[in-house]
């Protein structure tokens, strides 16, 4: 099978995966709406959730149905969230990218399902402040099952990688909640970062944790001055913070070590 993969033309293997990433894409939105309501993914069959009509195959089809329904339920005009096909969308072009970067190899499987579990996360977190364990243990198994199976990230990191990102958010959460009398950090926040070093290892972990903490603090300390009492989803920025990770992290600790530490 991968060998007849690495024989296709770049582009039609590119087409075929970004579709691919597309119908994943759809069943991501299911994962996203029902596994925080800890319901089945398989059944029941998607319907609409006004008048209850089962949705046909044909008023399913990634980004199409959307478009040409006029983003409304065919039965009862209820508006459908631009939220659906922007996930379809960004999906399927994650997969196309993976594949496009690094051909038909672990490598392009292991990126494309990375940013798949990541976009889940920052989704279920803003929705609903959760983070399921689907996406999170569920992530971190893949993440070692791939370093196994001949990744980038080799499997002794993968495994050290996912201790130390759940041992160093645990670390940080019973601090941060012995210091302020609450909870610090989210359980869902504590079983991520396991995942994340599961695909990026230790090194990962660190700066994943950095550039999230970097992000939350520019964005949420200006309302929190402003006197604007807001819940924090953490699982946003550090998926924000694990995508550029794993896009620039080399080239990000490079520059640290040059620039910081003299080389």
């Known amino acids: 099978m991968t060998s007849a993969l690495a024989m296709m033309p770049t582009w039609y293997l590119v087409g075929l995966v970004t579709v691919l990433g597309l119908l994943l894409g759809s069943f991501l939105n299911v994962c996203i709406v029902r596994w925080p309501a800890e319901e089945s993914v398989v059944s029941p069959r ?33 508006p459908i969230p631009l939220r659906y096909p922007l996930v379809e969308l960004a999906v399927g072009v994650t997969w196309g ?54 990744g980038a990230l080799p499997w002794p990191e993968a495994l050290i990688g996912a201790a130390v990102g759940y041992a160093l958010l645990w670390l940080i959460a019973v601090i941060g909640t012995r210091l302020f009398g609450e909870d610090a950090m989210g359980g869902g926040d504590i079983k991520m970062m396991a995942m994340i070093g599961a695909f990026l290892g230790w090194p990962g972990v660190l700066l994943t944790l950095f550039l999230g903490a970097l992000l939350g603090t520019l964005i949420f300390l200006p309302l929190k ?14 998926a924000i913070g694990a995508a550029a990770t794993y896009l620039g992290g080399d080239a990000l600790i490079d520059w640290y070590r040059v620039t910081m530490l003299g080389g």
Request: charge should be positive; include cysteine; proline fraction near 4%.
């Open 97 to 150: 990218w993976a594949f496009w970067q690094h051909g038909a190899s672990v490598e392009a499987l292991r990126a494309a399902l990375l940013f798949t579990i990541l976009i889940g996360i920052a989704m279920t977190d803003a929705r609903e402040y959760i983070i399921p364990d689907e996406f999170s243990v569920g992530g971190a198994v893949i993440g070692v099952l791939l370093a196994l199976v001949g």
């Open 225 to 238: 001055l402003a006197g604007r009492n807001i819940l924090v989803p953490f699982g946003i920025f550090l």
């Open 46 to 78: 998607s319907r609409c959730p006004k008048c209850g009509t089962l949705i046909a195959w044909y008023d399913n089809i990634p980004l199409v149905s959307w478009l040409w329904l006029r983003a409304k339920c065919r039965h009862c005009a209820l």
